[in-house]
């Protein structure tokens, strides 16, 4: 009874836990899916959502009755827990249906629109960087972060510019001409 009611806990924690990503108020995992290089990682934290959801019934189901399980409760549990198995072991087929729904945050949604696949990596990397009440600040308010994207956004494109560093090589050389 006791392991139950533990991993009740725990499966209600991972449930809040994608929930929280799916509002929008954690941004590392999704973050982190953008650190990788190759062909792009989609994180479906809806189906993370899910998943943890079904265990957590299904955990409530064997603590509340153990003797007697309510079959739709179960059947609705066990259908969930396929989707997401499906969704996992065939990303590709899931993909087309799953790109239609709102299943990531405002801000992943806005910041994909503007930003190209080297643009979110070097987000992802940078945000590796920011110290960690800075990262709590940018976590909370959508706005700001957004923001810092940006500025991230600019500076990748400052960076790869040469035309900066022909125009400085020449200005160089036209002052050290006139000497």
Request: aromatic residues 18%.
């Given at each position: 009874?006791?392991?139950?009611?533990?991993?009740?806990?725990?499966?209600?924690?991972?449930?809040?836990?994608?929930?929280?990503?799916?509002?929008?108020?954690?941004?590392?995992?999704?973050?982190?899916?953008?650190?990788?290089?190759?062909?792009?990682?989609?994180?479906?934290?809806?189906?993370?959502?899910?998943?943890?959801?079904?265990?957590?019934?299904?955990?409530?189901?064997?603590?509340?009755?153990?003797?007697?399980?309510?079959?739709?409760?179960?059947?609705?549990a066990m259908a969930l827990f396929?989707?997401?198995?499906?969704?996992?072991?065939?990303?590709?087929?899931?993909?087309?249906?799953?790109?239609?729904?709102?299943?990531?945050?405002?801000?992943?949604?806005?910041?994909?629109e503007y930003t190209s696949r080297?643009?979110?990596?070097?987000?992802?990397y940078l945000w590796l960087y920011?110290?960690?009440?800075?990262?709590?600040?940018?976590?909370?308010?959508?706005?700001?972060?957004?923001?810092?994207?940006?500025?991230?956004?600019?500076?990748?494109?400052?960076?790869?510019?040469?035309?900066?560093?022909?125009?400085?090589?020449?200005?160089?050389?036209?002052?050290?001409?006139?000497?």
């Amino acid at each position: 009874m006791w392991f139950n009611v533990l991993v009740l806990l725990i499966c209600l924690f991972f449930t809040f836990r994608a929930l929280v990503i799916i509002g929008g108020w954690w941004k590392e995992p999704i973050l982190r899916t953008f650190r990788n290089y190759g062909s792009e990682v989609r994180y479906y934290p809806l189906a993370h959502f899910l998943a943890w959801f079904c265990a957590s019934l299904m955990m409530m189901i064997m603590i509340l009755s153990p003797r007697r399980t309510p079959t739709i409760i179960l059947l609705w549990a066990m259908a969930l827990f396929f989707t997401i198995m499906w969704v996992r072991n065939y990303p590709d087929t899931a993909r087309t249906l799953l790109d239609r729904l709102p299943i990531y945050p405002l801000w992943h949604r806005r910041l994909r629109e503007y930003t190209s696949r080297y643009e979110r990596r070097r987000i992802g990397y940078l945000w590796l960087y920011l110290p960690s009440h800075l990262r709590a600040l940018l976590n909370r308010h959508d706005e700001i972060f957004l923001q810092w994207a940006d500025f991230v956004v600019m500076g990748a494109v400052l960076e790869e510019d040469h035309s900066v560093d022909r125009f400085e090589a020449s200005y160089l050389e036209e002052t050290l001409y006139e000497r």
